[in-house]
């Protein structure tokens, strides 16, 4: 069976409105599409996501031998020294032996007990944006999520607050790099924030070195197994990760599903007295995924659903699809909380699955407990901000009463 051939229609904005209409289409036609524009081949269906995620002829670090087609619109972040250095031991882009070490590492200074230890100070941080609601003009993005998740990474990674503005720049202008076009421009600011925030971190560390604190950097320098510790790049990758990709997506999940409540009519107001918060959570991030699109290389040739993949060419598994898919959930397009089926892919599976899961399900806990105790209506229409991988609005202008 051949692969059909299509442009995807990442930049128009009808769909990046509304992508899901458009990725049935591409479910029922065929379970890969490739793509001309990004030379990537679309894996749409779940259980082809599911089974790519968890095998190890798929890698997410390109191969050894790999030719780069001129197609190709992905950046290449070796062309770009400090967003490399950045992104040398970023788990997200390793496999084998030093992916597996480099995140036993890191797990161990992120442990669940450590993360719940943050309840309060998330509480009360939630609380303090929420009681300063001004119902004239309050943008949930600005005014709310991206304070507030920006506010527990720094307690976490045990970051002043004082650069928090800095983080939350870099951060927005470092995660350009991965949507499947990027323009000269950006990739120019990116290059330029990554070269910061490089500089800064390593400033950072040496202080925490010196002057250890109960905080995450100050664990990631001192974690260890078998006598082996982390180097002070894999830290500064690691940092930079967790901020760029733990915010990025904490936020805008807290921005879709909200606006996913108020767009499907469903109330605000006590929704977790009437439902599990753990399952509106789930339900939520599954309905409308944060992050879209992951890439990898095949490592040998293979087949997918009868259809053959060369060695070494590129797929994207498209999770947003995948969540939306009939065969794994029945009635896909509608939000149910009281779905059997929670096993959506927006946390990812596998070796990469999201090692922040346990922080991020906790904000969304308290986020939307406090959340619920209001009515929340929207403004204005709120409007997408035009990228297809990192799914989000560009601001949410709502009211609560
Ligand atoms: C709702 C919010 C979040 C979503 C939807 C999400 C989603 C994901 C997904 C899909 C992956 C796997 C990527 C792949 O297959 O290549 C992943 C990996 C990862 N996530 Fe998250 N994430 C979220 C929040 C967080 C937070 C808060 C943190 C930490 C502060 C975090 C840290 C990580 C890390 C370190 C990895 C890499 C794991 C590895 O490659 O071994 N994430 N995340």
Same mark, same amino acid.
């Given at each position: 069976?051949?692969?059909?051939?299509?442009?995807?229609?990442?930049?128009?904005?009808?769909?990046?409105?509304?992508?899901?209409?458009?990725?049935?289409?591409?479910?029922?036609?065929?379970?890969?599409?490739?793509?001309?524009?990004?030379?990537?081949?679309?894996?749409?269906?779940?259980?082809?996501?599911?089974?790519?995620?968890?095998?190890?002829?798929?890698?997410?670090?390109?191969?050894?031998?790999?030719?780069?087609?001129?197609?190709?619109?992905?950046?290449?972040?070796?062309?770009?020294?400090?967003?490399?250095?950045?992104?040398?031991?970023?788990?997200?882009?390793?496999?084998?032996?030093?992916?597996?070490?480099?995140?036993?590492?890191?797990?161990?200074?992120?442990?669940?007990?450590?993360?719940?230890?943050?309840?309060?100070?998330?509480?009360?941080?939630?609380?303090?944006?929420?009681?300063?609601?001004?119902?004239?003009?309050?943008?949930?993005?600005?005014?709310?999520?991206?304070?507030?998740?920006?506010?527990?990474?720094?307690?976490?990674?045990?970051?002043?607050?004082?650069?928090?503005?800095?983080?939350?720049?870099?951060?927005?202008?470092?995660?350009?790099?991965?949507?499947?076009?990027?323009?000269?421009?950006?990739?120019?600011?990116?290059?330029?924030?990554?070269?910061?925030?490089?500089?800064?971190?390593?400033?950072?560390?040496?202080? @925490?070195?010196?002057?250890?604190?109960?905080?995450?950097?100050?664990?990631?320098?001192?974690?260890?197994?078998?006598?082996?510790?982390?180097?002070?790049?894999?830290?500064?990758?690691?940092?930079?990760?967790?901020?760029?990709?733990?915010?990025?997506?904490?936020?805008?999940?807290?921005?879709?599903?909200?606006?996913?409540?108020?767009?499907?009519?469903?109330?605000?107001?006590?929704?977790?007295?009437?439902?599990?918060?753990?399952?509106?959570?789930?339900?939520?991030?599954?309905?409308?995924?944060?992050?879209?699109?992951?890439?990898?290389?095949?490592?040998?040739?293979?087949?997918?659903?009868?259809?053959?993949?060369?060695?070494?060419? @590129?797929?994207?598994?498209?999770?947003?699809?995948?969540?939306?898919?009939?065969?794994?959930?029945?009635?896909?397009?509608?939000?149910?909380?009281?779905?059997?089926?929670?096993?959506?892919?927006?946390?990812?599976?596998?070796?990469?699955?999201?090692?922040?899961?346990?922080?991020?399900?906790?904000?969304?806990?308290?986020?939307?407990?406090?959340?619920?105790?209001?009515?929340?209506?929207?403004?204005?229409?709120?409007?997408?901000?035009?990228?297809?991988?990192?799914?989000?609005?560009?601001?949410?202008?709502?009211?609560?009463?």
């Amino acid at each position: 069976m051949g692969i059909p051939e299509i442009t995807f229609p990442n930049e128009d904005i009808e769909f990046i409105k509304d992508p899901y209409p458009y990725l049935k289409d591409l479910r029922d036609e065929s379970p890969i599409h490739y793509d001309k524009l990004s030379g990537l081949n679309l894996v749409t269906h779940f259980e082809n996501v599911k089974d790519i995620q968890k095998s190890k002829n798929f890698s997410s670090s390109e191969p050894t031998g790999y030719v780069k087609k001129s197609k190709e619109s992905l950046i290449n972040p070796k062309n770009y020294d400090y967003f490399w250095k950045t992104e040398e031991f970023n788990l997200l882009n390793l496999e084998g032996n030093i992916h597996d070490e480099l995140r036993g590492l890191v797990a161990k200074a992120f442990l669940n007990r450590q993360v719940q230890e943050l309840k309060p100070f998330m509480e009360e941080k939630s609380s303090e944006l929420l009681n300063g609601v001004n119902n004239d003009k309050f943008d949930l993005l600005a005014d709310y999520a991206q304070p507030y998740s920006i506010a527990v990474i720094g307690e976490l990674l045990g970051v002043p607050q004082v650069d928090y503005d800095k983080f939350l720049y870099w951060s927005h202008a470092i995660v350009k790099m991965y949507d499947l076009k990027v323009s000269d421009e950006s990739a120019s600011e990116a290059e330029a924030a990554a070269k910061e925030f490089y500089v800064y971190m390593n400033n950072l560390i040496d202080e @925490k070195n010196k002057n250890p604190q109960n905080d995450m950097i100050s664990r990631l320098s001192q974690v260890s197994e078998n006598d082996q510790k982390l180097t002070k790049d894999q830290i500064i990758c690691t940092v930079i990760l967790l901020l760029n990709a733990g915010h990025e997506a904490t936020v805008n999940t807290i921005g879709n599903s909200i606006v996913a409540l108020l767009q499907n009519n469903i109330p605000t107001k006590n929704l977790d007295r009437d439902h599990d918060i753990k399952n509106i959570i789930e339900e939520l991030i599954r309905w409308d995924s944060p992050l879209q699109f992951f890439q990898r290389w095949v490592l040998e040739e293979t087949e997918i659903s009868g259809i053959k993949l060369p060695k070494y060419s @590129k797929i994207a598994i498209l999770l947003g699809s995948a969540n939306r898919d009939e065969e794994a959930f029945e009635d896909p397009e509608k939000i149910n909380f009281q779905r059997s089926n929670l096993n959506h892919t927006s946390f990812g599976g596998g070796v990469h699955y999201c090692l922040g899961a346990h922080l991020a399900r906790l904000e969304l806990e308290v986020s939307f407990k406090n959340l619920f105790q209001n009515n929340i209506s929207l403004n204005e229409d709120p409007k997408r901000t035009g990228a297809f991988g990192i799914r989000g609005f560009k601001e949410i202008s709502i009211s609560i009463s």
